[in-house]
């Protein structure tokens, strides 16, 4: 049950000050070079204005691009190795869209899935987030066809609505009693202020879609929608859960590290295997692998989707592959 308040527009150079003054890193949506994207900001002047979205997504402040896993030192007859400890800044979240904010328990059940990731772990322990609801769109958010809303309030720990003169503020979780507590003089009483957010109608019949793949996989469907699709990944590198990853080392005659970076399913190189066979040789396939693990393999394994219809990936895509349109194909009988 949500704690309601008011949250005063210019009451949030106090809320900015009480997490800065608390150690907290917070990061925001910025308009810089044409681009719209999280970086550090020190008061709410920096934070982007009438932004949609940020082009890249928000996993990457739990599951970074580039992480350092260990580091090795090489001998004449020995290898010393340091196991790499997470670097989890204390940060605070502001501004992301709850389709983003949704985007992290996905990521969650699979760096939780067997073995507990002690690198992601970390960071979400460090990690709060206040979520601004959504009073637009565009033609590639589907947020409401995969169990979503641009009110929804899975996955932030404070939820901003804006209205007349500030936010209606819904307090979630116990992070967000935290935050809230920094700045008590900030969150007012709530008059009753009515939660009015976008209206984005349901594209496409998920559950149907979800059975419906379970009859479609050697359909050439795969084959024609993936004709454009250059395998380029950019639908992953921009997906709030996309976790798809490699393992690498980098290293010279004297030692090196072992890093984990973003990878992408889309890529010609993800499956190939050392003898040379790659079970999904064509774009077509893998095409196929990017629909069928987020709407049939996760909700078998997990009992969730791994989509939250934030319609990234479709603006991102430089051959203009909508993700939306596809889905209500594939969910068609």
Known sequence: ????????????????AALAKDGRRI??????????????????????KDYLQTILSAKEAAFPKVERLMSFTTGSKSVDLVDAEPHALPTVLFGVRPCEASGFRALDAVFNWDTRDRFFNARMEALAVIGVA??????????????????????????????????LAEVLTEKGKAMAALAPEAFKADPGLEKKVVDVPVAFDQPGLTRRLKDRFEDGIWVEQSLRCVGCGACAYVCPTCVCFDIVEESDAKGGHRLRTWDSCGGHMFTLHASGHNPRETQAQRWRQRVYHKFSYYPERYDMLGCVGCGKCTRACPVDMNLQEHLAEAAQA
């Open 1 to 16: 049950m949500a704690d309601n308040f008011f949250l005063p527009q210019a009451s949030l150079d106090t809320l900015f």
């Open 27 to 48: 990061l925001a949506p910025t308009d810089r070079d044409g681009r719209t994207e999280l970086n550090p900001v020190d008061k709410p002047a920096d934070v982007a």
């Open 134 to 167: 959504c009073t637009r769109k565009d033609d590639a958010c589907f947020c409401t066809s995969v169990g979503g809303g641009p009110g929804s309030t899975a996955g932030s720990d404070i939820l901003l609505t804006p209205v007349d003169g500030g936010f």
